[in-house]
């Protein structure tokens, strides 16, 4: 059991039956009455936002939440393969659960998966990742008196907003967390 005043950002906890991630709290002490907490948090289950106020001193139940890396094999219709690096177990996940992660996965790249009592909660994959461009519009030559992007696909088949000066068969780099191109590799 933790206490409101325990509460840290990432931290899982078990709340009216839903597994709940805190993304953002706040303490608030006004002058006339008792001491509260503002959260945000997390439903690990369906992906949604809750905001929720607790009174100072209420006390939840944590949850664990185990992490195992493990590298990414293969896809076969809806499911998609991993295998677990220390035990060398593989595990299906279904397309639906991986959410938009699926459009930077890449054969033999590792993630990290979340467990929780051995179900698969969620996936975190590298900071950025490195994917070669399969298809795009050749630039337009003179047009650099602003910042101007196109659209690009690559090997797993995303679409990035690039600069006009990529081109196909180039390997850039992609922010995975909000699908930016950040380079050329």
């Known amino acids: 059991m933790i206490d409101t005043t325990e509460f840290k950002v990432g931290m899982t906890l078990l709340y009216e039956g839903k597994l709940l991630q805190i993304v953002e709290y706040q303490h ?21 936002v809750l905001d929720r106020t607790f009174r100072s001193g209420d006390k939840f139940e944590t949850a664990y ?3 195992r890396n493990m590298h990414y094999l293969y896809n076969s ?10 035990n060398y177990e ?6 639906a659960m991986l959410g938009k992660s699926i459009n930077f996965l890449k054969e033999n790249m590792e993630a990290s998966l979340s467990f929780y009592e051995d179900r698969f909660m969620d996936i ?6 490195e994917l070669k461009i399969t298809h795009t519009e050749p630039g337009i030559k003179g ?18 907003q690039v600069p006009l000066f990529v081109k196909m068969g180039d390997i850039i780099r992609i922010d995975t967390r909000t699908g930016e191109y950040l380079e050329r590799a």
């Open 124 to 129: 975190a994959l590298p900071v950025s990742v």
């Open 65 to 67: 939440i185990q992490q």
């Open 28 to 48: 608030i002490k006004p002058g006339k009455g008792g001491a509260f907490v503002k959260t945000r948090l997390r439903d690990l289950k369906n992906n949604t």
């Open 143 to 160: 047009d650099t008196a602003r910042a101007t992007y196109k659209p690009a696909t690559v090997e797993t088949g995303a679409v990035v």
């Open 90 to 95: 593989q595990l299906h996940v279904d397309k």
């Open 77 to 86: 219709g809806d499911s998609y393969f991993f295998m677990d690096t220390e």
